[in-house]
């Protein structure tokens, strides 16, 4: 018997079996997790479709001001959603953590109910009047993962609704019950069957994925996941955004002044213990700064206390499952194996809990896993170049194309070399920078489409196009 309920068309729903979750920072069940039977997700999927009839109709600033109200609602229940996303997924309540996060989700809310779709009048004259308006696509699937569970939740979920569409949203098997309840929550300021979350393992996200009646889905995950979920897809040509994994390269370049950006790349690499997509995962450092950036980024990670998150104090948690913690530590078993060398941690706690303190490892190359494979966990190689542009040719040498950032103390130079990179967001001085009013999103196999601002919106709309002659009139 779960702890929690399936919501669907505004009503908490048992099922028969459950999961435990577990908390990372101790291996203990945080609480019992519903698992949905395919009738279940058709109930969600039909109560969305019932509600898209009068949803997708109801007056713009109707739609505008619920989002405003989902903003508040969450800022109204901060403290108990920070809570329970500490316990299921690691992450500290402090720092850039879940309080952190429960903001982040907060005020994206907000600024995207601000946003507006204006009809475009594509000629106006005797011959014919020419209008584009954008249209709610019907019932949109959002299949989210572990890192940053409710902040990606609110990325999918506002859009969606924003624009008229209605939802059914399943969360990371991993981190399921902080948005149960955030979508308990917001079904207090939307119609019943407006949003609606289904949880249980994987196989549900395939089930949704080949679903003849959801018209869109809107996927965060890995590559891997997010090529099978557009092979599902097909079935009824599903509308797709998919948000996949990245391996981001940095490039410093000869110039930097090692203190100045020592900070800012340990931000980069190592935000939500380095599980970011858009997380800096391969730092090229040219050949006559290498020692000494060596030295700053060992300074800047020093004293960084690592504990059970829902300890004030601490500022790095565990990993958040047993399954990422395997991989992070066989890619630096791997590493060590091959020359490289461990500047700062490195060493496994023996004790419960996924915890791996942030660790540097330098002369690491090109063709070894740790530089190859994404590692999505508290682990940076620093790779050193003599030649930019072999530098460059080798941070573009991958399948992945999400974010890449350029160091430089000449930002006109730096802009150069960052425009060269393959990538949909590239950065200067700077790694994962993200607002809710510029578009993000990868190329190659980091994904297809964008989050963010009016271009993020337009995602969960078609367009229709009304063409009225005035010829024959
Ligand atoms: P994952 O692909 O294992 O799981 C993501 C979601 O897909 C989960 O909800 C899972 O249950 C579901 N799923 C699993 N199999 C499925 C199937 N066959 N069909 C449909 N859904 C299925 O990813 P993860 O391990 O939870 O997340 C980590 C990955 O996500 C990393 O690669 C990271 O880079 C990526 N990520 C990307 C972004 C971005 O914006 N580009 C953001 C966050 C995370």
């Known amino acids: 018997m779960s702890d929690y309920g399936l919501i669907i068309n505004g009503n908490k729903v048992a099922t028969e079996d459950s999961f435990p979750v577990l908390n990372p920072a101790n291996e203990e069940t945080v609480a019992h997790c519903p698992i949905a039977t395919r009738d279940q997700l058709d109930d969600a999927v039909k109560a969305a479709a019932d509600a898209f009839q009068s949803w997708s109709k109801v007056p713009d600033e109707e739609r505008a001001a619920a989002c405003g109200k989902i903003a508040e609602a969450i800022t109204g229940h901060a403290d108990e959603l920070a809570r329970l996303l500490t316990q299921e997924q690691g992450k500290p309540l402090s720092g850039e953590g879940s309080r952190f996060e429960v903001g982040g989700a907060a005020a994206w809310a907000g600024y995207t109910g601000s946003l507006t779709l204006p009809d475009k009048i594509i ?4 011959n014919a009047r020419i209008v584009q308006t954008r249209k709610p696509i019907g019932v949109v699937g959002s299949i989210t993962p572990w890192n940053w569970p409710l902040m990606i939740a609110i990325w999918h979920v506002v859009p969606a609704i924003r624009a008229g569409n209605t939802v059914v949203i399943k969360p990371s098997p991993y981190t399921p ?3 149960l309840r955030l979508v308990e929550i917001l079904n ?3 119609p019943p069957g407006v949003l609606n979350c289904v949880t249980g393992e994987d196989e ?3 089930w949704m994925s080949e679903h003849p009646d959801i018209q869109k889905i809107i996927f965060t995950g890995s590559t891997a996941t997010g090529k099978k979920v557009m092979g599902s897809a097909a079935v009824n040509l599903k509308r797709l955004t998919l948000e996949l994994g990245g391996n981001d390269a940095g490039i410093v370049l000869d110039d930097v002044d090692p203190a100045a950006i020592a900070a800012g790349i340990i931000g980069g690499a190592f935000l939500n213990n380095g ?14 700064v290498y020692d000494e950036l060596c030295d700053k980024l060992v300074d800047a990670l020093a004293g960084i206390p690592m504990g059970n998150g829902l300890d004030e104090e601490n500022l790095q948690g565990p990993i958040q499952n047993k399954m990422q913690f395997d991989k992070v530590v066989a890619l630096l078993e791997d590493a060590k194996e091959q020359g490289g060398r461990v500047l700062c941690g490195g060493e496994i706690p023996d004790e419960p809990g996924y915890f791996m303190p942030y660790t540097l490892v330098a002369d690491v190359s090109d063709g070894m896993r740790i530089v190859d494979e994404e590692q999505f966990g508290p682990l940076l190689p620093i790779i050193k170049y003599s030649d930019v542009d072999d530098a460059l040719r080798r941070a573009n040498a991958s399948e992945s194309g999400l974010g890449g950032s350029v160091w430089s103390s000449d930002t006109e130079r730096a802009s150069r ?8 967001t590239a950065w200067v001085n700077q790694h994962g920078g993200i607002a809710p009013n510029i578009p993000f999103g990868g190329i190659k196999c980091s994904g297809i489409g964008v989050e963010f601002a009016e ?6 709309t078609t367009i229709q196009v009304v063409n009225i002659s005035r010829a024959a009139a």
């Open 275 to 288: 599980q970011t997509c858009a997380a800096l995962k391969r730092l090229y450092v040219h050949e006559s």
């Open 417 to 424: 070399i960052a425009a060269q990179l393959e990538c949909g």
């Open 123 to 126: 000629q106006d004259d005797e």
């Open 177 to 179: 019950l902080s948005t």
């Open 455 to 460: 271009e993020g919106l337009q995602e969960y």
């Open 188 to 190: 207090e300021c939307l």
């Open 204 to 206: 549900l996200g395939q």
